[in-house]
């Protein structure tokens, strides 16, 4: 068993900023109620009192400006850590990521980047329908210029900011707004992690469960289940949507040629179809049986618990799915 | 102060010069079809970039729009990589990867080039935001259209800036048209300066034809922007007198319109000035008119020469190189 702090998401999170502000006087934190608030999801609680106002900076309700400013004080020797509250809220800020964080470095001829991050909270699940709930991180890992993490682990939680800020480019934290309670023990001296590749967070022979953010916790637990009745399922964690790390998930289904995606995006046009291309161009005759998808049903979130709950990938449908993969005769 | 003595004016109406033949000569060059793409033409309203220039400090920043080839030129970014950008190549400011609208130039603080509408005001904020948290005492001057008025993030950038007190110069150019929308055709409120004083900053006015006018009001507003805290708003009136892009068939301004604002060319303001002053006749015109068209030339010899960017760095540049400072 690991030895170590029992934490949370959130705290692990919270720990990474406060590291952040410690070590480098050119790292601040700005977003909307960052700071007296405590953060929307309490991640900056307290950041406040040890930092101060012009270190932990609340904004107005002005996401195109903030972020942009952030992107600004970044060229400009900086290193912002700016929070949207939700992703969706990002669509305010739409302009200012694709227009000028992403194209910034390249449209320059070099001359300038933007080593920013900016994290957001995503996902479903709360009941908060749908201007509070939706999977846009596949959105953004569309575009070239970015960089999209998606923290599923406590030590992803605490090792990616880092990472992020010592990154030259714009980096974009999801964090699954179902996981910042989410406990467990983390190493005292938890560090840095990379940002660049998938993981196998549980090893099996039988069929491979790619997946990433809010849905880990759900793979894992389909992957125990189907243990249960003899299924051996690995897991594969893609940390990072863009890039995309081919390499370990191909790695994985070439060794149990079948691929089970899950993805609370919506199924089309979304990262569960980007890495189902990659594995049809990359290994698509290791493929004993065609690959399945578990995906949000293609609405907008709705409010009421059961049509909520029927909307996202639950355990259920990525165990059924599984099995469907599995049982398919190559 | 500003420094209006003869010398000065020269200077002044050479920079403007400078900037008006090289944007003759591009649009030459467009006809010709050696540039391509959009090419947004600043002839008319080169009083505004020759005299705000003046006010600042090498160590200042200057985030400009699409239209931006005479702040550029006035900021100091050579005429060459400028010819060499809209060429498509390689010696080019941006590599060739940003053409007309998005001249950069690191050396001289010149952050675009910004073809979004407004787009650059948020990242005008930021950079004087990094400047204040730094205790660096420089200004940041962005440079936009009346049509960015319209957009959400001029009143986002204009409220953050009064607000937490940062060191922006917001240059508002207006030539009445945004593209071809006219002002009153798209503002309640058509009075510019009136809507940024409502965000708590200095904003008034500025005949921006009139290059002496723009310089002075510049001077003001850096030196009220450097003691702080907080921006200044100017509202430079002025006028283009070119179409909007190269495509443009001019349908929605009267040619009569066009001709008296051509009759207040700041370029032949300045000239008249300096001839009734005798500090310029025939000869020295002709001589200044010479060396501006040998640096225009100089330019476009030098895009020729330059080379095309090998296809092997296409992709180069979408991430930065090497590790952040």
Not at chain 1, 56 to 72: C, M, N
Not at chain 2, 273 to 295: C, S
Request: with cysteine.
């Amino acid at each position: 068993m690991t030895t170590g702090v029992r934490t949370s998401y959130r705290e692990a999170i919270r720990s990474a900023l406060r590291e952040a502000l410690q070590r480098d006087p050119r790292v601040f934190v700005m977003g909307e109620d960052v700071g007296r608030y405590g953060g929307c999801y309490a991640v900056t609680k307290g950041l406040l009192e040890e930092f101060g106002p012009e270190r932990v900076r609340d904004t107005p309700l002005s996401e195109s400006t903030f972020v942009g400013a952030g992107i600004g004080a970044a060229m400009n020797g900086m290193r912002p850590i700016v929070e949207i509250m939700t992703c969706n809220f990002s669509l305010l800020a739409l302009d200012q990521i694709m227009n000028n964080a992403a194209t910034v470095s390249h449209m320059s001829g070099g001359q300038f980047s933007v080593p920013l991050v900016i994290r957001m909270a995503t996902g479903a699940g709360r009941q908060v329908a749908a201007q509070h709930s939706h999977s846009l991180e596949g959105w953004f890992a569309h575009v070239p210029g970015l960089k999209v993490v998606t923290p599923a682990t406590l030590e992803d939680a605490r090792g990616m900011l880092w990472t992020a800020l010592e990154d030259p480019n714009p980096v974009l934290i999801f964090e699954h707004a179902l996981l910042y309670n989410a406990e467990g023990e983390l190493p005292a001296d938890a560090g840095p992690v990379d940002i660049d590749t998938a993981r196998v967070r549980r090893e099996g022979r039988d069929v491979s469960i790619v997946t990433y953010g809010g849905s880990l916790p759900k793979a894992l637990a389909a992957a125990e289940e189907l243990a249960q009745a003899g299924v051996q399922a690995e897991v594969v964690d893609l940390r990072t949507l863009r890039p995309l790390d081919t390499g370990t998930i191909v790695a994985s289904v070439t060794k149990t040629h079948r691929a089970v995606i899950v993805d609370e995006g919506w199924r089309s046009g979304s990262i569960s179809a980007e890495v189902t291309a990659r594995l049809v161009e990359h290994c698509f005759y290791e493929l004993d049986a065609p690959v399945r998808r578990v995906c949000s049903a293609e609405v907008p979130t709705p409010y009421a618990k059961h049509m909520e709950d029927a909307a996202l990938p639950q355990v259920a449908d990525i165990v059924a799915a599984t099995q469907d993969a599995v049982s398919t005769v190559a | 102060m500003p420094r209006h003595t003869e010398d000065h004016r020269l200077h002044l109406l050479r920079e403007m010069l400078r900037i008006r033949r090289f944007e003759e000569k591009s649009a030459e060059l467009y006809s010709a079809g050696k540039i391509r793409g959009f090419l947004h033409l600043y002839i008319g309203e080169e009083a505004v970039a020759a005299g705000v220039m003046q006010s600042l400090a090498p160590d200042d920043t200057v985030v400009a729009t699409y239209r931006e080839h005479g702040h550029a030129i006035a900021r100091g970014v050579g005429m060459g990589p400028l010819m060499a950008e809209m060429y498509g190549k390689a010696e080019g400011a941006s590599r060739g990867r940003g053409g007309s609208m998005h001249i950069f130039d690191a050396a001289t603080r010149f952050v675009g080039g910004n073809a979004i509408v407004g787009g650059g005001l948020p990242l005008a904020v930021g950079y004087a935001l990094a400047d204040r948290l730094r205790g660096d005492a420089r200004v940041t001057c962005c440079f936009f259209g009346e049509g960015a008025v319209a957009e959400g993030e001029f009143h986002e950038s204009m409220n953050l800036a009064a607000l937490w007190g940062l060191p922006v110069l917001f240059c508002c150019e207006n030539n009445l048209y945004a593209m071809g929308t006219a002002l009153q055709r798209s503002e309640s409120e058509t009075d510019l300066a009136l809507k940024a004083s409502a965000y708590g900053m200095p904003a008034w006015h500025v005949d921006g034809m009139d290059v002496e006018a723009v310089e002075a009001a510049a001077q003001r507003a850096v030196t009220t922007v450097r003691g702080g805290p907080g921006p200044v708003f100017l509202e430079m009136r002025t006028y283009r007198f070119r179409p909007h892009s190269m495509y443009d068939p001019e349908l929605y301004r009267p040619k009569e319109e066009v001709a008296a604002w051509k009759e207040r060319d700041p370029i032949s303001t300045v000239q008249a000035t300096l001839r009734e002053q005798g500090a310029l006749d025939n000869v020295a015109l002709e001589k200044l008119e010479d060396e501006v068209a040998r640096e225009v030339e100089a330019a476009v010899a030098f895009a020729e020469a330059a080379t095309l960017e090998s296809l092997d760095d296409l992709a180069r540049f979408v991430y930065a190189e090497g590790a952040a400072e």
